[in-house]
């Protein structure tokens, strides 16, 4: 079926000011990617899928400038004992970068593995992407694994140590960043991955997660500070027996987020647990995007998504449980919520439960207001200020989600960073 002429014209422009890298050993599955991409055509507000969140500055062929925020803060997981990996407007900074040895993990550079004939990776590399194209199109990602040029590929063979933190820094105003990582990890092994960063004025992150058997992935985001920043971010993730995964992504300012996660439940016994929390003020739109297919039994899925709305901001949430024939004893569970903090925001939601299974339990529900009045006054009348009311009544609403982060060290670093931000609004 040919693409529309203008879907098919804002495609060619974009795809004509890029250039795919050429050789190596995932020359192949880059092309096939561009092919995807060329067939679908980039997104417009006429897809399903879209007509929450306007794509027109994630497509367009040239970044729209943005701003580098200036503070003082230390990055929110700095004082943590990781492994760090540092990329600067999506380019690779070794001098702030830790040495890649650490016991129970192969780290490897994607620009590296471009110029080998033979990598592991090859047999993960948009793979999962491609997978996640059906039923849903979603063609920023195979955008991001045709011309993605750097990131890492991460093989999880034991339980390591500590952490490791991918740091995306911003350091130009027209900066236009994709980074696409995967991670493999083997039967019985279990990491955490923190990643933290602004990452530059237009971002295109792509993630391919696939865990073994008994395998265990903790994944923890702060979306960072730069309130001008555009991202689209890509999560694709593949569940074998008795594996896990949980994955908690934070967003504080940005003038467009759109986070999509794509999940399938292959194996029996599988559990993944996706969560977010974001808080926008002003100009700020927000979009949650996740698929979550069940195909193995007794497998458990979990979707807590929270948003603190004001000033006009937007928030979006549009989730799906997709239950087959095959996922008897499927424990699904969803659920989406907004506090507005003003008459302005709004928050437009679109949850969906598909079900083909007859011993299932999936519920999903979705609820937006204001801040219960009630209680905010029982609180004054405690002698609690206006604005510190205001600000205990809101973390109590993102509780739910945050309480989705396993480490306790890492939830109580993301509720400071969300109780200074609501300071700093005051």
Known sequence: ??????????????????????????????????????????????????????????????????????????????????????????????????????????????????????????????????????????????????????????????????????????????SDAMLHHVIRVDAGAEATVLENGPAAARFNKCIEVDIADGGALHMVCAQGRDHERRAATHMFARLRKESVFKSFTLTVNGVLTRNETVVELLGDDAVVHVAGACVGDGDFHHDDTVFITHEGENCESRQVFKKVLRNGATGVFQGKILVKDTAQKTDGYQISQALMLDDDSQFLAKPELEIYADDVACSHGSTSGAIDEEALFYLQSRGVPLNEATDLLTLAFLAEAVDEIGDQDVAETIVSRLENWLIRRH
């Open 1 to 174: 079926m040919a693409l529309p002429e203008l879907k098919k014209t804002a495609t060619e422009a974009r795809l004509n000011a890029m250039e795919l890298p050429e050789g190596g050993c995932l020359v192949d599955a880059r092309r096939a990617a561009l092919s995807r991409v060329q067939t679908m055509g980039l997104p417009n507000r006429r897809d399903e899928y879209w007509k929450y969140t306007r794509p027109d500055t994630l497509t367009q062929d040239t970044a729209p400038t943005a701003a580098v925020f200036k503070h003082d803060e230390a990055p929110i997981f700095g004082e943590f004992d990781c492994l760090k990996i540092v990329f600067v407007d999506g380019v690779y900074d070794a001098e702030a970068s830790d040495d890649f040895e650490l016991e129970g993990v192969q780290i490897s550079r994607l620009s590296e593995i471009d110029a080998k004939d033979i990598h592991w990776t090859k047999d993960l590399y948009g793979v999962l992407e491609a997978r996640g194209q059906d039923p849903v199109q979603r063609p920023l990602a195979a955008l991001n694994t045709a011309f993605a040029n750097d990131g890492v590929a991460i093989w999880v063979t034991g339980k390591p140590s500590k952490p490791i933190n991918l740091v995306y820094n911003h350091n130009s105003d027209s």
